[in-house]
């Protein structure tokens, strides 16, 4: 007797011609008994049999895997998708597929709240009902350092190139630099708000350095004779 898949056998031996021989096939965890076959051909599928010997004879106990389901969901639909659901014969390699939306990104396979695999292609060999989510991090919100030139009459002057205005990770250190001058007039200093006073006032040098925890507009004041 031979045993192919997760199983054994009993019933093997020498006898002699008549002997009625019982053959037992036992399936293995996670396995079911498929049958006898003899030269390929299955003839039973109970998994006991009786044999009479009138000659040399092989039969071969088959077992496969049982029916085993992978089940797969996001954590948020929105910031991503699954794929690799699937119901197959314990024992087979499976991959389970996360594909993150947009800025946003994959986080890790979670069975229950135990990290499973960080990889967003996750191939293993499935044995038994599991139940994977992909979790998904939304993308990390920015903040926008805007800049804006004015002149003393607290009215907008286009044209003006300021450095440091842009978009940042919240709570960036950020350096903002005015020209000296401008079609404007000259510099005076940085104001947080309008209008234009000494309240409002944040410096009067040309670079200012802040931490940039939300998205800000900050004056450059320009002063001219005419």
């Given at each position: 007797?031979?045993?192919?898949?997760?199983?054994?056998?009993?019933?093997?031996?020498?006898?002699?011609?008549?002997?009625?021989?019982?053959?037992?096939?036992?399936?293995?965890?996670?396995?079911?008994?498929?049958?006898?076959?003899?030269?390929?051909?299955?003839?039973?599928?109970?998994?006991?049999?009786?044999?009479?010997?009138?000659?040399?004879?092989?039969?071969?106990?088959?077992?496969?895997?049982?029916?085993?389901?992978?089940?797969?969901?996001?954590?948020?639909?929105?910031?991503?998708?699954?794929?690799?659901?699937?119901?197959?014969?314990?024992g087979t390699s499976v991959t389970a597929?996360?594909?993150?939306?947009?800025?946003?990104?994959?986080?890790?396979?979670?069975?229950?709240?135990?990290?499973?695999?960080?990889?967003?292609?996750?191939?293993?060999?499935?044995?038994?009902?599991?139940?994977?989510?992909?979790?998904?991090?939304?993308?990390?919100?920015?903040?926008?350092?805007?800049?804006?030139?004015?002149?003393?009459?607290?009215?907008?002057?286009?044209?003006?190139?300021?450095?440091?205005?842009?978009?940042?990770?919240?709570?960036?250190?950020?350096?903002?630099?005015?020209?000296?001058?401008?079609?404007?007039?000259?510099?005076?200093?940085?104001?947080?708000?309008?209008?234009?006073?000494?309240?409002?006032?944040?410096?009067?040098?040309?670079?200012?350095?802040?931490?940039?925890?939300?998205?800000?507009?900050?004056?450059?004041?320009?002063?001219?004779?005419?």
């Amino acid at each position: 007797i031979s045993v192919v898949g997760n199983g054994s056998a009993t019933g093997s031996g020498y006898y002699t011609e008549g002997t009625n021989v019982v053959c037992i096939a036992t399936a293995g965890e996670g396995a079911t008994f498929d049958g006898w076959y003899r030269n390929g051909v299955r003839f039973s599928v109970s998994n006991m049999i009786q044999v009479t010997m009138t000659d040399n004879d092989s039969i071969e106990a088959r077992f496969v895997g049982a029916p085993v389901t992978l089940a797969v969901s996001s954590n948020n639909n929105s910031l991503g998708t699954v794929s690799g659901g699937q119901t197959v014969t314990a024992g087979t390699s499976v991959t389970a597929v996360a594909t993150p939306i947009g800025e946003a990104s994959f986080v890790g396979w979670y069975e229950g709240n135990v990290l499973v695999s960080s990889d967003a292609s996750y191939t293993f060999t499935l044995n038994s009902n599991r139940t994977l989510v992909a979790h998904f991090a939304a993308p990390a919100q920015r903040v926008v350092v805007s800049c804006t030139a004015v002149d003393n009459q607290g009215s907008v002057v286009s044209g003006v190139q300021f450095t440091g205005a842009g978009s940042y990770e919240p709570n960036t250190s950020v350096t903002v630099e005015a020209p000296a001058d401008s079609s404007a007039g000259d510099f005076t200093g940085w104001y947080s708000a309008l209008p234009i006073s000494v309240e409002n006032r944040l410096t009067t040098n040309r670079t200012y350095q802040f931490e940039a925890t939300e998205s800000v507009t900050l004056y450059a004041m320009y002063y001219s004779q005419e």
